[in-house]
Nanobody, 123 residues
């Protein structure tokens, strides 16, 4: 089992930046690949970014590529999502998720989820 807690969300103007954090507790954090997903009102949950257990492989949705950066510090049991050049369409609840083995872009393949943190980008 692993417990995940996101933080760092908030209200920001378009073009601004936020850094989300996801703190993990429980079993060995470095055993898990991590993903960030988001869900806007009335929309499906969508993949944002993922990172493998060691942090040397990352993958991004096309909509955030070049603007968002996922990273992790296994010594701190934390994964981050640095979000730059934010757009109003980035407004959503952002969730971090964990799964064993390799990362995935499919939310159904993640076993553990945080409670989410709201990101609102004003125009």
């Amino acid at each position: 089992q692993v417990q995940l807690v996101e933080s760092g969300g908030g209200l920001v103007q378009a073009g601004g930046s936020l850094r989300l954090s996801c703190a993990a507790s429980g079993r060995t954090f470095s055993s898990y690949a991590m993903g960030w997903f988001r869900q806007a009102p009335g929309k499906e949950r969508e993949f944002v970014a993922a990172i493998n257990w060691s942090g040397d492989i990352t993958y991004y949705a096309d909509s955030v590529k070049g603007r968002f950066t996922i990273s992790r510090e296994n010594a701190k049991n934390t994964v981050y999502l640095q979000m730059n050049s934010l757009k109003p369409e980035d407004t959503a609840v952002y969730y971090c998720a964990a799964r064993t083995l390799t990362y995935s872009v499919l939310w159904e393949r993640y076993a553990y989820w945080g409670q989410g943190t709201q990101v609102t980008v004003s125009s």
